[in-house]
């Protein structure tokens, strides 16, 4: 939370753990998922495993209050993507799918509005990622309803020089705030960045200056660190 400091959510990452290359980030494994076709599988697995974890977590004593996936506009359409979120809202956790700005353009039907309605009705959040990145429309947000605009961190990279980035980021703000929609800002990775962010009236931070990437059980590790409480109750 921007003005807290409170942990609000987790963002669930792939990345391929090779013995022979070590970590290897999504950037380079998923063009060619994408090619063979596995990514709906990918995503499946995604959640699958987050169900394990999670359990795991709470008997640990950590409760996250949101956890989020990256969706394709293919996985939206697959009732089997909400059945598999909703047994982790049965878990007491917020659920939200990620969707890229680009869907909004290129996902104009009906039925894909629909299917919207529905993930909704579900009780699961959307959240339009690396907002910024794209061309979307004020109407195409208003027809949306997302719950959260994600800010592209590439216009968070250099708002501590930058006139523009600052302005930019104050815009998409105040267009959010206009239509009732959240705003979590990516890339925040200096304390000073925080602070303007805060300043502008962003919701959410995520970033290096919190947290990077982590294992499961680093992920423990880190909020015990940090002194966080997760109890359910509190959240």
């Known amino acids: 939370c921007a003005q807290t400091g409170c942990l609000v959510g987790l963002e669930v990452l792939a990345r391929w753990v090779s013995p022979e290359r070590g970590i290897i980030p999504p950037s380079r494994f998923m ?84 299917r919207l309605d529905q993930v909704r009705e579900a009780g699961i959040e959307i959240e339009i990622d690396d907002f910024g990145s794209g061309h979307a429309s004020i109407l195409g947000l208003q027809q949306a309803r997302p719950n959260t605009l994600k800010i592209d961190k590439r216009l968070t990279q250099d708002i501590t020089e930058a006139e523009q980035s600052r302005e930019l980021i104050q815009s998409i703000v105040g267009i959010a705030q206009a239509l009732r929609i959240k705003t979590t800002v990516e890339g925040v990775e200096t304390e000073e960045q925080a602070q303007l962010l805060r300043d502008m009236g962003c919701d959410v931070l995520q970033g290096y200056l919190f947290a990077r990437p982590l294992s499961s059980r680093d992920m423990l590790c880190w909020v015990r660190d940090s002194g966080l409480d997760s109890r359910p109750n509190e959240r």
Not at 32 to 53: F, G, H, N, S
């Open 31 to 114: 063009p060619v998922a994408e090619q063979i076709r596995v990514v709906p599988l990918i995503d499946k697995r995604m959640l699958e495993v987050t169900c394990d974890l999670l359990s795991d977590w709470q008997a640990k004593g950590f409760y996250p209050p949101k956890i989020s996936f990256n969706v394709s506009a293919d996985r939206l359409r697959d009732w089997d993507m909400t059945r598999t979120a909703l047994t982790l809202q049965d878990k007491g956790v917020i659920v939200a799918f990620e969707l890229l700005e680009s869907i909004l353009l290129e996902e104009e039907d009906a039925v894909f509005r629909h």
